[in-house]
């Protein structure tokens, strides 16, 4: 919901000072976490519209920063994000058993103040011009553009499959594949650990060739083989399975992401694709995981 508003943000103080806005609302909202029930809620909301911020302007600011050289950089980013994520919950846990779960999530706090100085150095260097009027359109006119509408909808559906996979996976292989639940946990991890190795090889590959469509092809069928396998034949091989699925899925993010920097021709060009594929994306993920689960107590 808050991702429209991020290209806007940026159009107005300026790239870095937008995301760097982000950054200091993220930090805002885990600190606020700490203040009982109500900061916990507030805190949550707060610090995820500071997230999405981040999420919408990092390629834009991407192809900013580093021109036509941003798609190696957009995958190390991307392979930063999924290690940290995994960190984050692998961490949780123990840091909660140790301490507390209060302190567990204040701790998060520390990295985003060395991001924020880090960002506040980048943004003092660099002007916060505004962007061309063609920057100041609204995000839901790219997707008047049917090569940014195919943008949009991939990200949507790899986010759906993604977010859905990730959510019931492991039931899934309790229940039908027949796995404890240790080794369901593990396949899960295992799988979604793909992802960091393929945001580093995948962006840079990608955007060597001028055309994408067999990259796009390749995650689809190897996320496709792999939910089929586990459909049909959850017992026969739910290591390969899963890890056909982490291919894919692996595959299929930082793809999502490259396109959005390819398919655009200046930075807020960028951010507005980012903005219009990240609203539709996530709000399909957010509302996927439930629609299966209603789907599975239905039937």
Do not use: K
Not at 132 to 151: Q, T
Not at 280 to 287: H, K, M, Q
């Amino acid at each position: 919901l808050v991702s429209p508003a991020a290209p806007a943000l940026a159009a107005r103080i300026g790239l870095s000072r937008a995301v760097l806005a982000g950054l200091v609302v993220l930090a805002a909202g885990i600190a606020l976490r700490a203040a009982g029930t109500w900061g916990l809620y507030a805190g949550t909301v707060l610090l995820s519209a500071g997230i999405a911020v981040g999420n919408v302007l990092v390629p834009a600011a991407a192809r900013a920063v580093y021109g036509n050289r941003a798609a190696p950089v957009l995958g190390a980013t991307t392979a930063t994000m999924g290690f940290s994520a995994s960190l984050g919950a692998g961490l949780a846990q123990p840091l909660a058993t140790t301490g507390s779960a209060v302190a567990g999530l204040t701790l998060w706090v520390a990295p985003v103040l060395v991001a924020v100085a880090a960002l506040a150095l980048l943004a003092r260097r660099r002007r916060p011009a505004s962007g061309p009027p063609a920057a100041r359109l609204p995000v839901v006119a790219v997707l008047r553009d049917r090569v940014a509408l195919a943008v949009t909808v991939f990200f949507g559906l790899q986010s759906l499959a993604f977010y859905v996979m990730l959510t019931w996976l492991a039931d899934v292989l309790e229940d039908d594949a027949g796995t404890t639940a240790v080794t369901a946990g593990g396949l899960v991890a295992a799988a979604a650990a793909f992802g960091a190795p393929c945001a580093l090889v995948v962006p840079p590959l990608a955007a060597r060739q001028r055309s994408q469509v067999v990259w796009v092809v390749g995650a689809t069928l190897l996320s496709t083989v792999g939910i089929l396998g586990l459909l049909v034949a959850p017992t026969t091989a739910p290591a390969v399975w899963a890890v056909l699925w982490g291919l894919g899925t692996g595959t299929a993010f930082p793809l999502a992401l490259t396109l959005v920097l390819l398919r655009t021709r200046d930075a807020a060009q960028t951010g507005r694709l980012s903005a219009a594929a990240q609203s539709v994306g996530y709000l399909l993920a957010a509302a996927g995981a439930l629609a299966v689960g209603l789907l599975h107590d239905a039937t």
